[in-house]
């Protein structure tokens, strides 16, 4: 098993920055590829970015590409989305994720967050 905490959600005006973190417990960290997801009320959850292993390869969905940028601290146990140039449509819950696989599906994460919230204000 993997636990998974974030934290670092709150609002902020459009523009403004956030950084989310996500401390993992449980099962070795550096096994598992990290993804960040985010869900909108009313849609389904999608990917936002995601880390492998050590860090050396990242993705991200092409809507946040320039602005959020994902890094894992390995000797902490922690990842992180360093979110700027925030727009109102990136309101969401913001969840981390676990998969044994490097991958961007929901499907093919096994272990995930409890979720923070992020409003950002027009």
């Known amino acids: 098993q993997v636990q998974l905490v974030e934290s670092g959600g709150g609002l902020v005006q459009a523009g403004g920055s956030l950084r989310l973190s996500c401390a993992a417990s449980?099962?070795?960290?550096?096994?598992?590829?990290m993804g960040w997801f985010r869900q909108a009320p009313g849609k389904d959850r999608e990917s936002v970015a995601a880390i492998n292993w050590n860090g050396g390869n990242t993705d991200y969905a092409d809507s946040v590409k320039g602005r959020f940028t994902i890094s894992r601290d390995v000797a902490k146990n922690t990842i992180y989305l360093q979110m700027n140039s925030l727009k109102p449509e990136d309101t969401a819950v913001y969840y981390c994720?676990?998969?044994?696989?490097?991958?961007?599906?929901?499907?093919?994460?096994?272990?995930w967050g409890q979720g923070t919230q992020v409003t950002v204000s027009s």
């Open positions: 449980g099962r070795p960290f550096t096994r598992y590829t």
């Open positions: 994720a676990a998969s044994g696989n490097f991958a961007r599906q929901v499907w093919e994460y096994d272990y």
